[in-house]
């Protein structure tokens, strides 16, 4: 079992920055990839960010291309999630998840993800 706990959110104004992080529980981290999805109020979940188990390879939303950068810690079992020149649309809760499987390539799908933590809201004001 993996514990994933978030922290890192908060109140920003627009064009602001955030770092999010991500602990995860468990000596296998290095063996998962990682992502950050979000969840905007009566929205879908979406996946904003994906690193591969190395980190050597990542993906991101074209929403946030060129803003937000992920990056992940094996030695510190930690995910990272810098976020900046926030926009009053990046407003949402922001989950980790793990993914224990190998895949050929990074996935994006929420059912793909085993583990997820419980959340840090992420509030950009005007």
């Known amino acids: 079992q993996v514990q994933l706990v978030e922290s890192g959110g908060g109140l920003v104004q627009a064009g602001g920055s955030l770092r999010l992080s991500c602990a995860a529980s468990?000596?296998?981290?290095?063996?998962?990839?990682m992502a950050w999805f979000r969840q905007a109020p009566g929205k879908e979940r979406e996946v904003v960010a994906v690193?591969?188990?190395?980190?050597?390879?990542?993906y991101y939303a074209d929403s946030v291309k060129g803003r937000f950068t992920i990056s992940k810690d094996n030695a510190k079992n930690t995910v990272y999630l810098q976020m900046n020149s926030l926009k009053p649309e990046d407003t949402a809760v922001y989950h980790c998840?793990?993914?224990?499987?190998?895949?050929?390539?990074?996935?994006?799908?929420?059912?793909?993800?085993?583990?997820w933590g419980q959340g840090t809201q992420v509030t950009v004001s005007s």
């Open positions: 468990g000596r296998t981290f290095m063996w998962y990839a």
């Open positions: 690193i591969n188990r190395s980190g050597s390879s990542t």
């Open positions: 998840a793990a993914d224990p499987f190998y895949r050929p390539s990074l996935s994006r799908a929420t059912s793909e993800y085993h583990y």
